[in-house]
DNA sequence: TTTTTTATTGTTAGCGCTAACTATGCATAT
DNA sequence: ATATGCATAGTTAGCGCTAACAATAAAAAA
């Protein structure tokens, strides 16, 4: 169907070799040889054959990325900025979205592995991901993890700094004056959740507020999850005063159960979460977050890989932390500004 | 480096064909042989290379995706969709950002040529697209175009109802009383943004408004496109009473344009816009917009392209318009509702 | 003039896999 | 006993491209 490189020789009269030069700029061609050659191309509208040229060279130029969920704000940014630097390498993206679901995450990166992509850059459904992630490194396959490392794992990864984060918010939720801060985070599988739990325990402890287990509530990290669990923080007697939920998802399920309720943000409870999000902070700037360089932490964690393909990089594993900012802004504490303006 | 099926063959003491035929589940092998063989191929860790198989069968099992941006919030359920519906059907997607810019666009459509995708599903980024994917379409190469369609193009294209969406927020508008109500849309080069424009005059028209060129403010559809157009929106005299602008990204440089000057949605000046944002829609509903079924125009899209990949779908270009859904919320008058609650 | 160099082009082989065919051995039919 | 069929395995070739080497002709050096 499509042309090939010997379409292109024929018509130009010159062997497929000659034709190749003159595709990939070698010199040792003549002048009106070349000329001949790119007369052809254009004609034909001949687009060399990658896949031809990968199963020789062994270099496919792709890299698979798996996300969890495109569609959530944080994730957006980290493919653009792996893709951004993946093209300024030369190189292209295969993205998959393995929606937390850990067999769907294995069955791509199969996947991957059989398009022979160079490399692979992951954030991790949950430390299980490790067995599967595991059989990879057996290979020393180019392998950098972005947002959540993986436990008894010895490669590079790129994160950004929960426990901190975490510690910061709370922090502040302290300083407005919260004392009971309930806290939805996941099933303790992921090194995210685990450093935020962290974050918030230290907070706490720093303020001299005892950690109640009963204050933390076990959830999946979605819409739905947040939603359920902020049910049972509603059920707590006495009420917590604040929210603070793992992550951007989380927040919106928060957000509806509490509405359900009829409860008002923050007259009647306080709610922070980890992540911004880019039209809610400009629309309606009212929820206290945690941002987290997203595209940086994509793009830094392509160069990284990149690094790593082209050997550059070294046998020890490199682990980059992205610091975080701490957006205060009026969901804690009623007295820092009206919410839609 | 990795392991090929000759591996797996001499391991398992048999032909290349041999270990093929049990890969691809073929019959004719004995069942020792075929014990033999899975023995070899789990030692090995053996991972059929795709890329090889592609060469020859002249199938790679991948289409290619290019939309203008995986941050915008419209674009990633559209991603999501098409992605899942490649997988059901047995395909990757090699995803892409055009970023808007036409000539990253060129270069990604010969990219994904190149690495002989099977189909293409574009959301093209102008009119000015149509000369790229022209050259495309003369091979009977299988597209679809997603959300936007292109002038004197005959090829399968799925997109969402603007004009009806944009005369029924317009209409909207007018019904709460608005009669003086500025547009922000593109450079009239996406069938989008014609579309959406049309359906505002139409509004006009039956509610007997004269329409207004200078209400037209022609821009960039991104954020700071939306933050310019409506600056000169302020510096009008009488100010409009409301602003409907054309996407979810020009929504948010209008609201920062607004707050700049101290105007306060909806007290001081109505918005509304095309495309709901998840966060937003829960967090704070008070944007008044038009939903359009990203998910599952991601999701037909890839349909439509397999169908055509398959060669089921005839000569005849098949074009799928969706219905848009009317959200109306608190952003054009000020009887409505609570804005954060 | 003859040899050597240089510039240009062609040939061969193989990347990993599979379609299409061939070969072998054994059971059944004639 | 020979023919016929079937199950199982192997061989050959080629997908489109390029590395490595070989060949040719013209130019430069001897």
Redo the contacts between chains.
Sequence with gaps: ??TTLNDVAERAGVSAMTASRVINGRHGVAAETQRRVEKAIAEL?Y??????R??NS?K?Q?IGLIVP?????FF??V??GA??AA?RAGY??????SEGDLR?EREYI??L????VEGLLIAPVSDDSRHCVF?LL??SFPLVLLDRTLPESDCDYIVCDSASGARRLVEHLISVGHRTIAHLTDADDTSTGRERLKGYKEALAAAGIPYREELVFRTTVD?IGGYRATQQVLALTPLPTAIFTVN?MT??GA??AL?ERGL??PRDMGLVCFDD????A???P??SVINQPAETLGGLGAQLLFERIAGKAGPRSRRIVLQTDLIVRSSCCVTSGV???
């Excluded at 292209?92 to 979205?97: F, G, I, Q």
């Excluded at 999000?277 to 809610?280: M, N, P, R, S, Y």
């Design positions: 169907m499509a509208d687009v060399p054959n990658r896949i031809a990968g199963l062994q496919t792709t969920d495109v569609v959530n704000p957006g940014p493919v653009r893709e951004t093209r292209r993206v295969l993205l998959c979205n769907l199969e996947d592995i059989s398009h022979r059989s057996r290979g819409q951007n927040v919106v957000m509806q509405r008002s943000v999000v880019e039209h809610l400009v629309l309606s009212f929820l919410p839609v303006r």
